[in-house]
């Protein structure tokens, strides 16, 4: 009988298009569970697992040649949560005193106001300040459905607590449902052999030497672009000049360069073309038409490098009424049933989300997979791939592993590990900067060749959670 650990792995593995053998050569190992109605854990290792199988894969471009992969149920776990640990100051909180899970008049509903526009648009709706007993009475007064709709028509993020059969019946339940887990598919003609990239993937650093254009924010992309900084990439993180997000910033660059550009201006937006043309692989998760709109819509990008390996994702899906409706994890959980599943099965009285942002951290690991099977197409025919997906997606796939009641026990902390608490990485004494701004007049660069950008975030001695036979890394 196939270990629901081991079916996500080979899931994730056709969605792919992986060889149908590949995924024999991973090993599980660690044992224990996040404590949750789904299965958190055997995700976790599957999204780690299919990660390290795609680079892997490229790795070993020779029939039969890739190293084994063994991939850590426990250590996967943790790298769900929080990595890094603060000695000597407090990470802020991660959330908006106004963001949170209201009692609407029929049920339930989450406001994702981190953001200020996304605060502004809500309370605009509420017609109250940002104070929570306010919000909470406003919120009272409204159908969770009715207010759902006016807080996103005013460019907000708000979600109903639905059912996982309500969402079944909805048009973006069943868009979702009908569409694959992902896509990724060949752009363009295949090149001339002189087009085909020669990376080395020295075995030190495998990925050294391909330049990765980050475009993402909280918190699938940046653990996307994590994984590949840790193995060597030179990742550049392209923020807007006023974005902002303390809480996650030591969390997310570590290995990264990071600088800031506002591409609705002309200048910035041609030093952002010009590094697009020189990247390998650009990763971002800006809604379907924002980059359209900026007059970067894929045919642009594909213009001006033919060869970009160019991986997006979003939160609801490409199809259905909801296709580019801005969503966050927390936000996708109430809407697809798994805060209600929470609730309903652990007899709880409010919405009950996973222990741990999983929908975000699995399609990271999903999305890095997507990047370098991207990477290894190239590598043997000079195309560029279009690679896509979506939270929702990776909703899909948790939500068809189960359901139930559990008390399974929880993967083991140890000090010197991994974990949450004592097993957590240490940061300093001293919070780290944000990134710094920079991009103009050509300043910003993509490693070497490109000049430099901001300041490099080294990878800390980051512990992944796969291991693969005869190389190390970090």
């Known amino acids: 009988m196939t270990t629901p650990d081991r079916h996500f792995l080979e899931t994730l593995w056709r969605a792919l298009d992986g060889a149908p053998d590949a995924p024999a050569r991973v090993a599980f190992t660690g044992a224990g569970d996040l404590p949750s109605v789904f299965p958190v854990s055997d995700l976790a290792v599957a999204a780690v697992a299919v990660a390290g199988l795609a680079l892997s894969e490229l790795l070993g471009a020779e029939p039969g040649k890739a190293p084994a992969v063994t991939a850590d149920r426990r250590l996967a776990s943790f790298w769900f949560g929080w990595s890094l640990r603060p000695r000597g100051w407090d990470l802020p909180s991660p959330w908006d005193a106004v963001a949170g899970d209201y009692a609407a008049a029929d049920g339930w509903i989450r406001l994702h106001?981190?953001?200020?526009?996304?605060?502004?648009?809500?309370?605009?709706?509420?017609?109250?300040?940002?104070?929570?007993?306010?919000?909470?009475?406003?919120?009272a007064g409204w159908r969770a459905g009715e207010l759902e709709a006016a807080v996103v028509a005013a460019g907000g993020c708000a979600a109903e607590m639905r059912g996982a059969d309500a969402w079944a019946a909805h048009p973006q339940g069943r868009a979702v449902a009908t569409t694959p887990?992902?896509?990724?598919?060949?752009?363009?003609?295949?090149?001339?052999?002189?087009?085909?990239?020669?990376?080395p993937l020295d075995p030190a650093r495998p990925l050294a030497g391909i330049?990765?254009?980050?475009?993402?924010?909280?918190?699938?992309?940046?653990?996307?672009?994590?994984?590949?900084?840790?193995?060597?990439?030179?990742?550049?993180r392209i923020d807007p000049p006023d974005w902002d997000e303390p809480a996650l910033v030591a969390e997310v660059t570590p290995g990264k360069r990071c600088a800031r550009l506002n591409l609705?201006?002309?200048?910035?937006?041609?030093?952002?073309?010009?590094?697009?043309?020189?990247?390998?692989?650009?990763?971002?998760?800006?809604?379907?038409?924002?980059?359209?709109?900026l007059g970067l819509d894929a045919a642009r990008r594909r213009s001006l490098n033919p060869g970009l390996v160019d991986i997006c994702l979003d939160?609801?899906?490409?199809?259905?009424?909801?296709?580019?409706?801005?969503?966050f994890d927390s936000l996708v959980q109430m809407s697809c049933g798994i805060a209600e599943a929470g609730m309903r099965l652990l007899g709880r009285d409010r919405p009950t989300p996973?222990?741990?942002?999983?929908?975000?951290?699995?399609?990271?690991?999903?999305?890095?997979?997507?990047?370098?099977?991207g990477l290894a197409l190239r590598r043997r025919t000079g195309q560029g791939v279009q690679g896509r997906t979506a939270l929702a997606a990776t909703a899909r796939l948790l939500m068809a592993g189960g359901a139930r009641a559990t008390d399974a026990p929880p993967p083991?902390?140890?000090?010197?590990?991994?974990?949450?608490?004592?097993?957590?990485?240490?940061?300093?004494?001293?919070?780290?900067?944000?990134?710094?701004?920079?991009?103009?007049?050509?300043?910003?660069?993509?490693?070497?060749?490109?000049?430099?950008?901001?300041?490099?975030r080294r990878p800390m001695g980051l512990m992944f959670a796969i291991a693969i036979a005869n190389y190390s890394y970090l």
Request: hydrophobic residues 45%; glycine residues 16%.
């Open 264 to 293: 609705r201006q002309a200048t910035d937006r041609a030093v952002f073309e010009r590094l697009l043309a020189q990247a390998d692989v650009l990763v971002h998760g800006y809604r379907p038409d924002a980059l359209a709109r």
């Open 315 to 327: 939160a609801y899906g490409w199809d259905g009424p909801w296709a580019g409706r801005r969503g």
């Open 113 to 139: 106001t981190n953001a200020p526009h996304h605060r502004a648009a809500a309370l605009s709706v509420l017609g109250v300040a940002a104070e929570r007993a306010a919000v909470a009475r406003a919120v």
């Open 211 to 236: 330049r990765v254009l980050d475009l993402t924010r909280v918190l699938a992309g940046p653990v996307a672009t994590r994984f590949l900084a840790g193995y060597g990439a030179q990742v550049l």
């Open 412 to 456: 083991a902390a140890d000090a010197g590990r991994l974990g949450a608490g004592a097993g957590a990485h240490r940061l300093g004494t001293r919070p780290p900067p944000g990134p710094t701004r920079g991009g103009r007049g050509g300043a910003a660069g993509l490693g070497p060749a490109g000049g430099t950008a901001g300041r490099r």
């Open 181 to 199: 887990l992902l896509t990724l598919d060949g752009v363009g003609e295949a090149a001339g052999q002189g087009a085909v990239p020669d990376w």
């Open 354 to 373: 996973l222990p741990v942002q999983a929908l975000d951290h699995a399609t990271g690991y999903i999305l890095a997979a997507m990047a370098l099977r």
